[in-house]
């Protein structure tokens, strides 16, 4: 035995060791077996929660009973979607870590739960950290990226457990649901999925401090030293900063001819600050950081470590094995959040470790073309403020607050195709390049506004600061003075021309623009064609008659239903809710049969204990269609994991991916007794039709289907409809032949 546990102790060090010297990271991904956690349906743990509410020892008021069966209807709901969306990672290796490291803190002090302690990573760049009653615990990557040691890690962990342990979530919602009595509805009643999800593992002021406290307690029970635990409060702090604040290489985006003027920079970035200490925390449910600290160092005052205490009693080579894999995964999040100068910033930290990584400079040429496609989107306004972040990724944040469309394009085109030119091969690349072209013939009629040749002197060097001999203080005037040329040149032009030096010849350079010209005049061709009297009848035409596209086979993605009445406190019906889920997959099957379109179905609800390949390709086109969604007013854009995508497309078949879903809303039961008198007024025999008018139940019903080849980003809105109906299986199966018609039909 223990030759074994040596033995996967040198495979973790090698893995650890090897991290270095790999080129690319790859996203980390789920593993192994599904977990029973995430297959059993929600209504079985809501019933098993009623059982165990009933059989209850302690006196429970009736009152408090029915809270806490909705508290147990909601929670197990609204926690399993969350662990169903893609973004809690399961035995994986930073969950396995995450586990072992929680596992030191309970041998110490056993925790009394019905349920095995479950810990999971949580893909988010936020740095955040929650418990469960239920007894998950979920640590942001975000979070773990920030840290410094594994006792840190460690302490923050304590502090949920304790959360866990006290049951802190329901005795939250008890409270403030019983506060909320008066405005008619409940602590989760109308709030936003996220907003939901917070609510579920909410906390009070004093639940937090208790929480610290506990936590700590069970701290100084190991062997984990004390030294550094304060950091913590550090780490929450300056939370909104990257995990390294190191001044941004601007030479990562320029090249021998190609130099962005100084304009675009600052001379100094604003220093950082943070959080306040000692804020105003009365509207906030988290006590401020100066009473936390000013705590915790109270009760270390007291204490001394011992010569047996370590930072590390799991693994310090796996500590940083697991930052580092945390680290990795941030550019990318930052990506699919369209979050561009986070992105390349946090990249650019990344490249300092691995310069040869292509995926980390991938991620670099896909924010720079996202920002330059949005820019030059007439939708589409800026939100950036500059002003508002610290540190030296400010510099990032102003270069793209402050570059004109046009000069975004040439900037992302430049890296794009200097990238391009190393790894001729990658269709990824090719992709991004090909549609920054487009954007560049639109923005640009002729190639000849750009010179093959290389700059002047004076021009193609970026000015060197002489630091050899102190320079005198500028005066106020003087400052200003800079101030005003820097304004002035920025509206210079002269740098970009150069963007492309050498290579306006080159002739993949001129296939590519030749394309791009060609794509350029059909858009504007069609454009005009859609714009016109005859276009507009002939959309209106091809609307009522549908789609023909002849396509034999595709892929169905989570089938979505949703069930909502607004006559009750919760609107969401969460069981109906489920149970219309799995029979909406059972529509689709039969009516798939009836219209003859070959469909996969790829739902997470109903996947097995095997199935973890297919729930992370449900994951990566979950993910894929939301870039979509956001992209939707932009020209075809590839995916921030296109390759990925393509190859999930060749798995299954088809390129073909299929949407769809149905909301059923039932409103609010409101008599018009205006249709009486009305009817009264008019024609006394139409009393009763006026009479079923004015009480017959409102239902409404969305219904929506929307096809893409995820190769090219090109999407059919089949249907987006809604209806004045209920969600009967006759009018659900009705639309869903029509849309899968539309598809198959040549």
Known sequence: MKNIVQLIATLVLASALSL????????????????????????????????????????????????????????????????????????????????EVAQTLVKTKPLALKDPLRVYALRSSAVNAFATDRGEVFVSLGLLAQLENEAQLACILAHELAHVEKKHALNFYLKADKLDKTKGRSVLGRSASDEKLLAACAFSKEQENEADRIGLERMLGTKYRTTSLPVVFDVL??????????????????????????????????????????????????????????????????HTDGPDKSDFLVSAERFHRVRSLARNELPLLYLHADRHPETVYTASLLLQERPNDLEL??????????????RNDDDYQFEGDYQEVEGESQQVHHLLEKLPAKEAIVLALHYAWNLLRQNPDDAEIKAVIEDLFFELARAHDKLDVFS??????????????????????????????????????????????????????????????????KRRDEWTKLEEQVNSSKGKKALKRKRKDGLSLGIPKVAIVNPFYLKLDERKDQAVQHIETEDGQEHFRALIREVSAISGLKTTLLDVS???????????????????????????DLSLTPGSQQDRINAIAKKYGTDYFLWTGVISLREKKGTDWLYIPASLLLFAPTLPLATYLAVKPKYEMLHYSMLYDVRTGRRQVLKFETFNHRDSDTMVKAHLYDAFTQIKRK
């Open 237 to 302: 702090k300056y939370s909104n900063l990257p995990f390294d604040d190191v001044a941004f290489d601007r030479a990562l985006l320029e090249s021998e001819h190609y130099h962005l003027p100084d304009a675009y920079w600052l001379e100094s970035v604003k220093p950082i600050e943070g959080e306040a200490d000692d804020k105003d925390d009365s509207k906030h449910s988290h006590p401020n950081l100066k009473s936390r600290r000013e705590a915790m160092l109270t009760t270390l005052a007291k």
């Open 20 to 99: 270095g010297a790999q080129e690319s990271h790859q996203p980390l991904v789920a593993t192994g077996k599904i977990p029973a956690e995430f297959t059993t349906a929600s209504k079985v743990k809501y019933s098993r929660a009623i059982k165990e509410n009933s059989k209850s020892k302690t006196k429970i008021k009736k009152k408090d009973t029915k809270a806490r069966n909705r508290f147990a209807l909601e929670s197990n709901f609204i926690l399993d979607d969350l662990l169903r969306s893609g973004r809690v990672l399961f035995n994986d290796e930073v969950s396995f870590y995450l586990g």
């Open 361 to 374: 400079k991938k991620c670099i040429a896909k924010a720079l073309y996202l920002h330059a496609k949005f």
């Open 606 to 632: 109903a996947l097995k204990e095997n199935d973890t390949e297919t729930f992370n390709d449900i994951r990566f086109l979950n993910e894929w269609f939301a870039e979509q969604g956001r992209h939707f």
């Open 452 to 517: 093959n040749d290389a700059p002047a002197t004076a021009e193609a060097a970026a000015p060197v600061p002489d630091t050899t001999s102190a320079k005198p203080a500028l005066s106020k005037y003087d400052r200003i003075r800079q101030q005003k040329t820097k304004e002035a040149a920025i509206g210079g032009d002269a740098y970009w021309r150069h963007a492309f030096a050498g290579q306006l010849n080159d002739d993949v350079f001129q296939k590519y623009w030749q394309a791009a010209e």
